[in-house]
């Protein structure tokens, strides 16, 4: 202190300097006359540059997206029934045939003997009963006689039905029509049961196994249209319907498994192939807003809405689902009103605010895509 009043210029500066950053102060914080600077408003909040959209209603469906495995329609790998060896293949590789075509013999000479064999013994069998029921009238026979010839006769049918199904055995045929795979055999090769001779599908029908999220489960129903796509033709699209529902859900991948068939009468699509498959899902009419104007906060939606005087609402919303670019809203605002989509940081509730356009292009999402794990 003594130091201050032993130098006056110390004392001097030290006042200029208060002088001066009171003068600063003033003309910062001095309203001009006529009330107010350029850009600004009462409360001091000026109108901030916002660009808006208008809250529209559209017809939006959930696209769900899944992959799966085509399926033939029937599919079986042909074998003999009989351990024999081959005298004749009447098929090449790819075959088209029909249900019931002969595809490969095996010897039968034994069985065709035999079955010569019993025939005779049908034949004199049928010979003796007839004989005896026209002597019963006579009573020259009795009513026992002619029990023990019909029975002789109905075990000579008998055994001639089992030796021709031995022989039928020995006919491998088509069990319904399709397209046969490679050939495994040869005349002369002999077969077992386990012998695989070739393979047989009917693939004028797939059959494609997808799974979808346990989300839309409820709208899952036999009928829905499916569209699906393979990479062995690009730009095609294969349509199909869902034909059933999976009645489990899958606890580890939270989904259900849907088959849905798919017409495939010029037979360009084959088993194993990995198909894209989409479904459409609870088509309807709502509300919607661009997912850009939406405010989280504290586990809640909200939106700035502009009024007619230009000043921004903060309102609640209520949101359904959400799809790239777009929100489902189910409160909170109406068709035609405007909402805040850009230069929302800026924006306090009861701001004035500048549109810098139109507001009549909002994000329309019509038919994107929900993955099967989109959820509300």
Do not use: C, W
């Not at 490969?104 to 049908?122: C, G, H, I, K, M």
């Not at 020259?140 to 109905?154: C, H, K, N």
């Not at 000579?156 to 046969?180: C, H, S, T």
């Not at 319907?241 to 999976?246: I, L, S, Y």
């Amino acid at each position: 202190m003594r130091f201050i009043l032993r130098h006056p210029l110390v004392i001097i500066f030290v006042i200029a300097a208060i002088a001066l950053s009171y003068g600063v102060y003033s003309r910062l914080t001095q309203e001009p006359a006529g009330g107010g600077g350029p850009g600004m408003m009462r409360g001091g909040m000026g109108p901030v540059s916002v660009t808006v959209a208008v809250v529209t209603r559209q017809t939006l469906a959930d696209e769900v997206e899944s992959i799966g495995t085509a399926q033939a329609n029937e599919s079986v790998n042909l074998t003999a029934k009989v351990t024999d060896t081959v005298t004749a293949v009447h098929f090449e590789d790819g075959d088209l045939v029909e249900q019931g075509d002969i595809l490969v013999e095996l010897t039968n000479s034994a069985e065709a003997a035999r079955l010569s064999e019993v025939q005779s013994e049908l034949d004199e069998a049928k010979r003796q009963y007839e004989r005896l029921q026209s002597l019963i009238a006579t009573n020259l026979i009795s009513q026992t006689d002619l029990e023990v010839a019909r029975t002789r006769f109905a075990t000579a049918q008998a055994r001639l039905e089992g030796v021709a199904a031995n022989m039928d055995d020995r006919l491998i045929r088509a069990p319904f029509a399709g397209v046969l795979g490679f050939r495994n055999i040869s005349e002369g090769t002999l077969v077992t049961p386990n012998t695989v001779i070739t393979t047989l599908d009917d693939i004028s029908t797939i059959k494609l196994d997808f799974n979808v999220a346990e989300v839309f489960f409820a709208q899952l129903e036999p009928g829905l249209s499916v569209k699906a796509n393979s990479i062995a033709y690009r730009g095609r699209d294969f349509e199909g319907k869902v034909q059933n529902v999976g009645s489990r859900i899958d606890e580890v991948t939270r989904s259900v498994q849907v088959r849905a068939e798919i017409d495939n009468s010029d037979r360009v699509l084959r088993p194993g192939m990995l198909l894209t498959v989409g479904l459409t899902l609870n088509e309807r009419d709502t509300i919607v807003v661009p997912e850009a104007a939406l405010i989280p906060s504290q586990g809640r939606q909200y939106v700035f809405v502009v009024d007619e005087e230009s000043t921004a609402r903060r309102v609640e919303v209520e949101i359904g689902r959400r799809q790239p670019g777009l929100a489902e809203i189910v409160s909170g605002v109406v068709p035609g009103q405007r909402v805040i989509t850009q230069g929302i940081a800026q924006v306090r509730p009861g701001q004035p605010v500048r549109i810098m356009n139109s507001g009549d292009s909002s994000s329309s999402a019509a038919g994107r895509t929900a993955s099967p794990g989109d959820q509300t």
